[in-house]
């Protein structure tokens, strides 16, 4: 008789970056005490087991300022060794999730340390994305993004349920490779998980659209502000920018860190369109519906790709941004940054 298979993922990290609540937000309600999470100081010590039926999350002790990454590296080590001579499969560390604080001043030397040596069972996790200012999302992601592939980096934040959902899908993928076992009882492993995450998954998904449509409305009315102003009109920079702002942001509402490829990608589908259609526009008021509507529906494709798992073509990309393109039109969006101001 075969033991069903548990997934065992590692949980590490600097203290405070936010591993227990991750925990927790990766649960179903009571699996994680709120107890276990501390504002103050230093909270988990040595390892904390919290088990579910898919999953057993081993939840490690922070790194300490003062302590080196050799140090910690070998206190963590030493609990996946003691696993691996137990000489039980069911023992094994199947996935580890490496936490970096999104909010933190930059990325530190013993990050980057730590990141060059992940095995393929590591996954980057960049949490407390809800509080990365926008200078930081782009740089963080740029020096991420030279040290490990970036469909390894996940952006989370457990406070506002994002990226969770995405999170749990690069799980499964490593936790499949490492737990090596028949298909069979990878199957049933697998249909267990879905079963433990349905509810949760559908929550987080209809969470992560609204927070992106609210996203979208918000940078597009932002770029109808940017157009009020009498810039020259070849002068798309702060457009761009604040295109490419919504564009990253909406990329971490799912999960996702975005690189340059991807942003110029979903930036492009518009990007000659924007300078050649205002340049266009001798008249100043077209200005700012042209700059909102092109926003939206760049915000409204980015939307769609990135909840279809970064898996949609260039042609059904396109047809949502002329779509959404066609939607902007019926809205005034002079009229709805004069209701933002009044709120
Ligand atoms: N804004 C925000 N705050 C968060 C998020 N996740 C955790 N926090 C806060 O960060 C603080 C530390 O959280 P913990 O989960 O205890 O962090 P930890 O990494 O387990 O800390 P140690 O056990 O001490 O290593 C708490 O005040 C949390 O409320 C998040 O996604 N967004
Ligand atoms: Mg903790």
Redesign the pocket.
Known sequence: MSQKITANIL?C?????????????MTLPGTVPDE??????????GFDLYQTEVANFI?????EPGQTVEQYCSTVMGEVVQRLDSDKSENLVHAIWY?LNG?GARLQSADAKLIRQFSEKALLIV?????MRKEQTESLLAELGTLLPVERIIL?????KTGLANLLDETQKVAETSIDQAEEELNAFRLRWEEYYSSMRQLWRSGADAAADELITWAAGRAAAIAIIPLPLADVGPLVANEAYMIYKLGAVYGYAVDKTVLTMLAGMAGGSMAGKLAASFLPFLKIPIAAGITYAVGKAAKAYFASGMSLSKEELRREFLNAEKEAKKTDWKQKMQEEEEE
Do not use: Y
């Open positions: 949980v990290g600097k203290s405070g970056v936010g591993k227990t609540s991750l925990v927790q937000a276990a999470i501390s504002d103050s100081r230093p909270c988990t010590q939840d490690c002790q922070g790194m936490c909010s949490s407390k994305a809800d509080l989370v934040s457990s406070m506002e």
